[in-house]
T-cell receptor, first 112, second 115 residues
Framework: GNSVTQMEGPVTLSEEAFLTINCTYT??????LFWYVQYPGEGLQLLLK?????DKGSNKGFEATYRKETTSFHLEKGSVQVSDSAVYFC???????????FGQGTRLTINP | DTAVSQTPKYLVTQMGNDKSIKCEQN?????MYWYKQDSKKFLKIMFS???????INETVPNRFSPKSPDKAHLNLHINSLELGDSAVYFC??????????????FGPGTRLTVL
């Protein structure tokens, strides 16, 4: 079956630190991969996505590269800000499939 | 301007009651979803509708009954509420069925608390 595994949280960093949140997946087909972000008290927003191997998704300084050989889609940002504090979800959606399969979420806190 | 809206935002009720959560999208999308987020933030799909037809039902108890009067609305009715139903429920929509690259757009969530 399809599944997504994210690194355990919570993650606490200082402002301007480098961020990596690991995400690996198991899928039967050729999935599209997504990162969603949930700010406190809000719904999920799409942060970035990649639809095929070696694609790089990027938005708001965040990047993730679709690595088929390692079945990974790690989220990175070079210099985090306090406003990046949120819960981050990695997700996949198989071709022709309706549903998103989410990882367990990683809570990120950035201290000034 | 709101793309996917849900009402109510908060719902507190007693065990055994019946309640409904409403969802509307003004994006012209064909497909809508309900997800449940538990207390540990784990998100799991419950239902998906495409053009008013049920596409996904992920072994959800039959106390949960989605209803789609038209493709812009997907409501969730819950009978005989139980403590374990306490969660945040998210509605989402996407442009078309079966397009795996489509982005899903989420509503703000409804926090349900069953006492």
């Amino acid at each position: 079956g399809n599944s997504v595994t994210q690194m355990e949280g919570p993650v606490t960093l200082s402002e301007e630190a480098f961020l990596t949140i690991n995400c690996t997946y198991t899928a039967t087909g050729y999935p599209s991969l997504f990162w969603y972000v949930q700010y406190p008290g809000e719904g999920l927003q799409l942060l970035l996505k990649a639809t095929k191997a070696d694609d790089k998704g990027s938005n708001k300084g965040f990047e993730a590269t679709y690595r088929k050989e390692t079945t990974s889609f790690h989220l990175e940002k070079g210099s985090v800000q306090v406003s990046d504090s949120a819960v981050y979800f990695c997700a996949l959606r198989n071709q022709g499939a309706q549903k998103l399969v989410f990882g367990q979420g990683t809570r990120l806190t950035i201290n000034p | 301007d709101t793309a996917v809206s849900q009402t109510p935002k908060y719902l507190v009720t007693q065990m055994g009651n019946d309640k409904s959560i409403k969802c509307e999208q003004n994006l012209g999308h064909d497909t809508m979803y309900w997800y449940k987020q538990d207390s540990k933030k784990f998100l799991k799909i419950m239902f998906s509708y495409n053009n008013k037809e049920l596409i996904i039902n992920e072994t959800v108890p039959n106390r949960f009954s989605p209803k789609s009067p038209d493709k812009a609305h997907l409501n969730l009715h819950i009978n005989s509420l139980e403590l374990g139903d306490s969660a945040v429920y998210f509605c989402a929509s996407s442009p078309q069925q079966g397009a795996g690259t489509d982005t899903q757009y989420f509503g703000p969530g409804t926090r349900l608390t069953v006492l």
